[in-house]
């Protein structure tokens, strides 16, 4: 029980945790709904976008189907920032940042999964025919086999693609 006088708890209208909302005169619709903005919030989202941006840049490069997903997450962060602080006078710093390295980013993994579809047949076939070699001769002849026919797929010279013979 409780041994103070008068009523045992806060109205139920009444949250104790967050302060009463003041209407601003100059604003007739009231506060967003949800509540107001915490100040920081789209400075924090923009960091949070600019990082993300930079770091789906440089992971598209090495592993590129998680950066063009951490790309996605970065304009979509960024556009939730900007539009947070939409009610000020300026985009916080490190949102446009984000949005355009997100950008490039995913133009970058959707070239990537591009080429991935269109050299699909010839690279699994030289896949298969490695996994079943049984020697390293028999490896460099499926290399041998499989190399001229993704060049003519790119339009380039067999001898272009040499520096790729023991990574593919």
Known sequence: MNEQ???SGPPASEDPWRPPEQQDPRD???PPPGGPTPPGAAEQAARRALWLGVGSLVITLFFWPLGLALGIAAVVVGTRARRLAAHRAGSPP???GGIVTGA???VLGVV???FAVYLWPEVSGLENCKSTANTQTDKS???DKWLPEIA???HVRTSDLDPLKGML
Do not use: N, Y
Request: charged letters at 15%; proline letters at 14%; one cysteine or more.
């Open 5 to 7: 006088p008068g009523p």
């Open 28 to 30: 007739p619709q009231g």
């Open 94 to 96: 490190g949102v446009t």
């Open 104 to 106: 490039i980013s995913v």
């Open 112 to 114: 990537m999964l591009g």
């Open 141 to 143: 002849a499926c290399e």
């Open 152 to 154: 003519r797929k790119l």
